[in-house]
Nanobody, 124 residues
C-alpha cells in the first residue's frame, strides 16, 4: 500500500485543521493506521492509531480530546481532525500503516509503510 498525506498548513493557535491520508495499491482495511508527528530536532512521535474496521482507536494524552483519528475504508482514506491547536503541535505529520489488529501506544518501528509527511505550523 502507498500513502499520500495532505491538509497541512499555517494556522493560528486555537484553530482547527484536518489532515487526510489517501491510500492506494491495496485496500486500506487490511491495515492498522496511525498518525505520527516530528518536530524539528526531535524524534518521530506517535499520536493516534485506529484499527482495521475503525471500531477502536487510541490517542496519546497530549492530543486526546483535541485530535480525532478516523477512517473510511470504502474511500481508502484516513483522517486526523485537529482542534484547539497549540504552538507545540507544530511539526511534520505522517500517516503510516502496519499489519496487525490491536491498537495502543504505538512505536514507529512497528510501521512498514509511511506517507511523505505534511507540515503543520501553528502560530500565536
Amino acid at each position: 500500500v502507498q500513502l499520500q498525506a495532505c491538509g497541512g498548513g499555517l494556522v493560528q493557535a486555537g484553530s482547527s485543521l484536518r489532515l487526510s491520508c489517501a491510500a492506494s495499491g491495496q485496500t486500506l482495511s487490511n491495515y492498522v493506521v496511525g498518525w505520527f508527528l516530528q518536530a524539528p530536532g526531535k524524534e518521530r512521535e506517535f499520536i493516534a492509531a485506529i484499527n482495521r474496521n475503525g471500531g477502536r482507536s487510541y490517542s496519546t494524552p497530549s492530543v486526546a480530546g483535541r485530535f480525532t483519528i478516523a477512517r473510511d475504508n470504502a474511500k481508502n482514506i484516513i483522517s486526523l481532525q485537529m482542534n484547539s491547536l497549540k504552538l507545540e503541535d507544530t511539526a511534520v505529520y505522517y500517516c503510516a500503516a502496519r499489519e496487525g489488529f490491536r491498537v495502543g501506544l504505538e512505536r514507529a518501528t512497528e510501521y512498514s509503510t509511511w506517507g511523505q509527511g505534511t507540515q503543520v505550523t501553528v502560530s500565536s
